[in-house]
C-alpha cells in the first residue's frame, strides 16, 4: 500500500511522494495545470502540440556549460533505464511521466525536469512533428467514439474552453509557430502550477532533496483558474460514412473536483458499475440493446458531467435513449440500499486498485491538491464514500433530472435522428 507524504518546495512547486516498499517499479511524474480548457479559440490545442514537443530535445545551462540533447537522446537516456517516458495533455493539466526502477528515481526526476523545464523545440522538428499531428487529428476525426465525446462536450458547455477538443483544431496545428509555444509555455508552466509526483519504493527524504535540485529554478507565479462551466444541454448528432453502428453519449451535470462531492462517483457507480447494475441489467442483458454500455462520473476542476455511453445498432438508438431515461427517473423515485452496498464495495477495491498502480494514483491525488488546495488522508477519503447515503443518491438523481440532457450520436446516423431523440428524452 502506499503510504502518502505532501510537501510545497522553497520555489512553490508541490511534491506528493507515495512510499510503497514493496512495489518493483517506480513512477515519477510532473503535473501541469494547464491544459486545453486554458486555451482560447485561436489557441486551442497549443498545449497539446508543446506537450508533443517537449520530447524533441533539450537544452540546459550550468555551472558547467550547455548539456544539448536531440530527440533520439532523450528516448535513449531513458530506456538505457528500462524506463517508459510519456505524456499526455488534458482539459485541465498536462502530465509527463517515467516508470522505471526504484532505484532510478532520482535520475528520472532530473531526466523529467529537462524536459519540463529545459525544452529546445528544434523549429525543423516541429515541421516533422506538425505532420504526425495532423495526421493524429484525422485518425481521430474518423473515429466514431472519440467523436461522440467531442460532440458531448459541446452539448454540454457550448462554447465555454471546457468543450474545445484536446487536439484542437486543423487550421491551428497547420499555423503554429516555436514563438507561440514559447509564449504558451511561459504563460502557464509556473512552479505554483506544477505537482511533482513519485510513487514507489524510495525515500520521501531522498526525493524531496532530488526534486528541490531539479525544480528549484521554476519560474514563480500564477495563473487563474478557469470558470466553472455552465450547463447547456443540446442534442448533436454527426453521420459517419463506414460506420455500421451509432455511438451514443448522454449525460447531465455533476460537481466539479472544486466542489469536492463523492456523491456524483457513488451514483454513477450504483446506475453503471458492473453487469448487474441497472444500466447493464436492463440494457444489455435483458433488452439487448446494446454490446457495449458504460456510465461514469467525468470530473474536472472546471466542470463535471455525469456520462452514459453506448455503441447499438441505429435502428435501437432510440429506444435506448427511452430505455436510459426511464430507468434514471426510476433512480430518482426510489433508495435502494442493496444497490448502494455493491457500488460501495466496487468503489472500494477500484480504490485498492489505483493505490497498487502508482501513476494512476499519483495523477488523482494531484488533481485533487490543484483543485481544492488540500489533500485528504486516505482514511477520509474511504470514510466518506462510505458516508454517502441511499437517500443522498436518490437525491442527486433527482436533481440532475432537472437539468436538459446532453446528447451526441455519431456514426450511424439516420435522417431526423435529433428531433427522435429529443422526442425520446422527455
Known amino acids: 500500500m502506499i503510504e502518502p507524504h505532501a510537501t510545497t518546495l522553497a520555489g512553490g512547486v508541490r511534491l506528493l511522494v507515495g512510499r510503497a516498499p514493496h512495489a518493483g517499479t517506480c513512477s515519477v511524474a510532473v503535473f501541469v495545470r494547464w491544459g486545453s480548457a486554458h486555451e482560447g479559440a485561436r489557441t486551442s490545442g497549443i498545449g497539446h502540440m508543446l506537450e508533443h514537443m517537449a520530447f524533441k530535445g533539450t537544452a540546459v545551462e550550468g555551472p558547467h556549460g550547455r548539456r544539448v540533447r536531440d530527440a533520439r537522446q532523450v528516448n535513449l ?210 433488452l439487448g440493446l446494446a454490446y457495449y454500455t458504460a456510465c461514469s462520473a467525468d470530473v474536472l476542476e472546471m466542470c463535471g458531467q455525469f456520462v452514459v455511453e453506448a455503441s447499438t445498432a441505429p435502428a435501437d438508438a432510440e429506444p435506448l435513449v427511452r430505455e436510459v431515461m426511464a430507468l434514471l427517473r426510476r433512480q430518482a423515485e426510489r433508495a435502494a440500499p442493496d444497490e448502494l452496498e455493491r457500488a460501495r464495495r466496487q468503489l472500494e477495491v477500484r480504490e485498492l486498485r489505483a493505490r497498487e498502480r502508482g501513476l494512476r494514483w499519483l495523477e488523482d491525488r494531484a488533481l485533487e491538491w490543484m483543485a481544492t488546495g488540500r489533500l485528504r488522508p486516505e482514511a477520509e477519503r474511504a470514510a466518506r464514500l462510505l458516508a454517502v447515503s441511499a437517500e443522498e443518491v436518490r437525491t442527486f438523481f433527482e436533481r440532475m433530472l432537472q437539468s436538459t440532457p446532453a446528447v451526441a450520436l455519431t456514426g450511424a446516423v439516420g435522417r431526423g435522428m435529433r428531433d427522435r431523440l429529443r422526442r425520446a428524452l422527455r
Do not use: C
Open 77 to 286: 537516456d531513458a530506456e538505457r533505464l528500462g524506463a517508459e517516458v510519456n505524456a499526455h495533455t488534458d482539459k485541465d493539466h498536462t502530465a509527463f511521466y517515467m516508470r522505471g526502477l526504484p532505484e532510478h528515481a532520482e535520475r528520472m526526476l532530473q531526466m523529467l525536469a529537462e524536459i519540463v523545464l529545459y525544452p529546445s523545440l528544434p523549429a525543423d522538428e516541429l515541421e516533422r512533428e506538425r505532420q504526425v499531428l495532423l495526421q493524429e487529428f484525422a485518425e481521430d476525426e474518423d473515429d466514431p467514439v472519440s467523436t461522440a465525446f467531442k460532440l458531448f462536450d459541446k452539448a454540454s458547455f457550448g462554447l465555454h474552453p471546457a468543450a474545445q477538443p484536446v487536439m484542437g483544431t486543423r487550421r491551428n496545428i497547420e499555423r503554429f509557430t516555436r514563438d507561440d509555444l514559447v509564449a504558451h509555455r511561459a504563460a502557464g508552466y509556473l512552479a505554483s502550477q506544477v505537482v511533482v509526483g513519485v510513487a514507489g519504493a524510495v525515500q520521501p527524504e531522498a526525493m524531496q532533496r532530488a526534486a528541490e535540485w531539479a525544480f528549484g529554478p521554476m519560474v514563480q507565479g500564477a495563473v487563474p483558474a478557469v470558470p466553472a462551466a455552465a450547463w447547456r444541454g443540446d442534442v448533436l448528432t454527426r453521420a459517419l460514412a463506414g460506420s455500421a453502428q451509432s455511438h451514443l453519449v448522454l449525460g447531465f451535470p455533476a460537481p466539479t473536483r472544486r466542489e469536492d462531492d463523492p456523491v456524483a462517483a457513488v451514483a454513477a457507480a450504483v446506475f453503471g458499475e458492473g453487469m448487474s447494475s441497472p444500466l447493464l441489467d436492463r440494457v444489455r442483458e435483458q
